[in-house]
């Protein structure tokens, strides 16, 4: 079993930055895949980032050039750095880790941004 855990969410401002964290814990394994996704209002939830642990990623076309996706020192953490946030970036943000097809969802952390 694997267990995931999201922080760093929170409100701020047009034009402000927050940083997402996300950690996965118990059966985990060297080869995976750990990700962002997020589900605003009455909206479908999208994809956000991903990142192999070979370090390939992935991002939605609305979040190119502002968000960036990295791994953590220790194989198990994922970050979301999101900078020139919008308001259509309000949602609830999920960590998931992926390995063997098998998706592990954190309870989600909601992102609030004014205009």
């Known amino acids: 079993q694997v267990h995931v855990a999201e922080s760093g969410g929170g409100s701020v401002q047009a034009g402000g930055s927050l940083r997402l964290s996300c950690a996965a814990f118990g059966s985990i394994g060297s080869v995976n895949s750990m990700g962002w996704h997020r589900q605003a209002p009455g909206k479908q939830r999208e994809l956000v980032a991903v990142?192999?642990?070979?370090?390939?990623?992935n991002y939605a076309e609305s979040v190119k050039g502002r968000f960036a996706i990295f791994r953590g020192n220790a194989e198990n953490t994922v970050y979301l750095q999101m900078n020139s946030l919008k308001p259509e970036d309000t949602a609830v943000y999920y960590c998931v880790y992926s390995r063997l097809g098998v998706n592990y969802w954190g309870q989600g952390t909601q992102v609030t941004v004014s205009s």
């Open positions: 990142v192999s642990s070979g370090g390939n990623t």
